[in-house]
């Protein structure tokens, strides 16, 4: 995770400002996202188990992030919602958020 989050930094840094501006989204959902997973304490397993199959997870994740317009970033219960979201889809449905 630290990678990827590493990488992406990278490369939104290299771009110019309109770039960078253009992918203000993008950069609040990583650094959101990097936040709740560097200091949650109980991340639930079945989240991490669906975490350590994914070849790129954040980028995953901002990709089921955009598809279900409902979702949002704004807290750490919205971003389980989106976890949720994304554990259902790797298991072939969607499950129900709470």
């Given at each position: 995770?630290?990678?990827e989050h590493s990488l992406f930094k990278y490369q939104m840094i290299s771009g110019t400002n309109r770039e960078i501006y253009?992918?203000?989204n993008k950069i609040c959902f990583?650094?959101?996202l990097m936040e709740y997973f560097l200091y949650k304490e109980d991340i639930g397993e079945e989240i991490v188990e669906a975490g350590l199959q994914a070849e790129d997870l954040l980028n995953e994740l901002?990709?089921?992030y955009l598809k279900y317009e409902w979702l949002q970033i704004t807290s750490w219960e919205k971003?389980?919602?989106i976890l949720t979201v994304y554990v259902g889809e790797k298991k072939g449905g969607i499950l129900?958020?709470?």
């Open positions: 995770m630290q990678r253009d992918s203000c990583y650094e959101n901002y990709h089921v971003i389980e919602e129900e958020v709470k």
